[in-house]
């Protein structure tokens, strides 16, 4: 019973491993429906897909097949599909499109996505992008791509529903229902009210529009969280926002405070996402590559990052030199130096782990950095404690040296403790001169630990031992 149990959970779980994601059947049946140039197959097992999973397939398969499904499946290629596709292989995915399926994926696009589709472009594709939209669409879009990257104007959408202040709830109703339907964004979360000049005063939800009376104004059902941003804001600030304040949608202005846009949470979200993996990344020094890029784009990538532990090997292997003579007396130091800089290593990790998740939310600041850091030492000195029991333990019963393990264990705590100490200053002291902590703390915060674990335990070895 216990064993049909288990089965049963592993199904369980398999199957809600694989809820969200093509299984391989689905996938070989539609490269076999593209391999035998059946298009009316290939749409038909395509219908029911999301944007996002059909995005997912083609970043999977190989290039060969992209072009050749892509090329089949023709018009019914959307425009939803173009905004999920990493932007990794979306040039190549624009490149083989037609002009005219190309020109009605983006037409049914709202603004912001358009904006998100050609700022990475080349020149030739954004142009035949620009072309294919209508004139008021372009001319919005080319607005949008006046502002700077990675702000505020880039992200938001031009399609607002805005109402006048002194009208009601009727009134409200009356006008979303006579505004023709290409006229309104395909979602939206709020009416934004506005003064005579165009400046946003409060946003008022649907849900509150559609239990109200009539009779109410909408100023008596506005909300009492409110933000407005600049087009110029930095993106960063508005996702942060948005997570911050709980935020569904909020309005963009111009440098003079007048209503020119709207954020929706989805795009919040998305620049959330996009700076946690970019930490991520960074963090290991990978930079922003994908499962799409070429070899020698990945080797670029991660080429500079490998130098640089490479230099820092090389310091943490000159402070091991200056001990020749003590490691060639005593062969045990070279059998256990590796534990110390291991361990420090892996402590310095996570401390740098949790300041630059804190230092990217915003929760490490000024007035905590201090509480933090002792924290983090503290940590380091109790772990060090423990594990120097441990491995001065370790140092009598297996070398049968009662000196080496009382060297070993300080050594333990000496390099945990810096640890702790390195893995959040680091971070911090980066980021106040304006160095992002995410690039560059890894490989101080290794070089840190490498030389004070290796100074440690074989400078305490040589002045003790020998």
């Given amino acids: 019973m216990s064993d049909q149990s288990t089965e049963a959970e592993q ?11 093509l299984s391989q059947k689905d996938i070989s049946a539609i490269l076999y429906a593209v391999e035998i140039d059946d298009a009316a197959k290939l749409t038909e097992l395509m219908e029911p897909l999301h944007a996002a999973d059909i995005a997912d397939l083609l970043e999977q398969i190989s290039g060969y097949d992209r072009s050749r499904l892509i090329r089949l499946y023709d018009r019914e290629f959307d425009g939803e599909i173009l905004s999920e596709l990493d932007e990794s292989i979306r040039e190549e995915v624009i490149a083989i499109l037609t002009p005219q399926v190309l020109a009605e994926a983006v037409r049914d696009m709202d603004s912001d996505d358009v904006v998100d589709l050609v700022e990475d472009l080349d020149d030739t594709q954004q142009a035949a992008v620009l072309d294919a939209l209508e004139d008021s669409d372009r001319v919005a879009v080319q607005q949008a791509l006046s502002y700077p990257e990675y702000s505020a104007g880039r992200l938001m959408q031009r399609e607002v529903v805005m109402a006048p202040e002194h009208w009601t709830v009727g009134q409200a109703i009356d006008y979303l229902r006579a505004t023709p339907e290409e006229e309104l964004p395909d979602q939206f979360y709020h009416v934004i009210m506005i003064d005579p000049r165009l400046h946003p005063i409060g946003n008022v939800t649907l849900g509150k529009l559609m239990r109200t009376k009539r009779a109410t104004r909408l100023i008596d059902i506005m909300e009492d969280t409110f933000k407005v941003f600049t087009a110029t804001q930095p993106e960063a600030d508005v996702a942060y926002a948005f997570n911050q304040y709980h935020l569904i949608s909020a309005p963009v202005v111009d440098d003079e405070g007048r209503l020119i846009g709207v954020i929706t949470i989805d795009d919040a979200m998305s620049v959330l996402d996009e700076e946690h993996e970019e930490d991520i990344l960074r963090l290991a020094g990978v930079g922003e590559g994908s499962l799409s890029d070429r070899v020698m784009e990945t080797t670029k990538q991660r080429l500079p990052w490998l130098a640089v532990n490479l230099v820092t090997a090389i310091a943490a292997s000159m402070v091991i030199s200056q001990f020749e003579a003590a490691i060639a007396q005593l062969v045990a130091l070279a059998v256990l130096m590796p534990i110390v800089a291991s361990m420090g290593g892996n402590a310095g990790t996570q401390s740098l ?62 390099n945990l403790v810096v640890a702790g100490l390195a893995g959040t200053a680091i971070p911090v002291i980066l980021e106040r001169v304006g160095v992002d902590p995410a690039l560059a703390s890894g490989a101080f915060v290794t070089t840190v630990t490498d030389v004070v674990g290796f100074f440690a335990f074989l400078g305490l070895a040589a002045a003790v031992l020998l």
């Fill in 11 to 21: 199904d369980r779980d398999a199957r809600e491993d694989e809820a969200y994601t």
């Fill in 353 to 414: 782990t949790v300041a630059v998740r804190a230092i990217a939310t915003r929760d490490l600041t000024g007035a905590n950095v201090w509480r933090v850091i002792r924290r983090e030492v503290l940590v380091g000195l109790v772990n060090g404690i423990i594990f120097a029991v441990i491995m001065g333990i370790v140092g009598v019963v297996w070398f049968g040296s009662p000196s080496l393990g009382y060297v070993i264990a300080a050594a333990m705590v000496i």
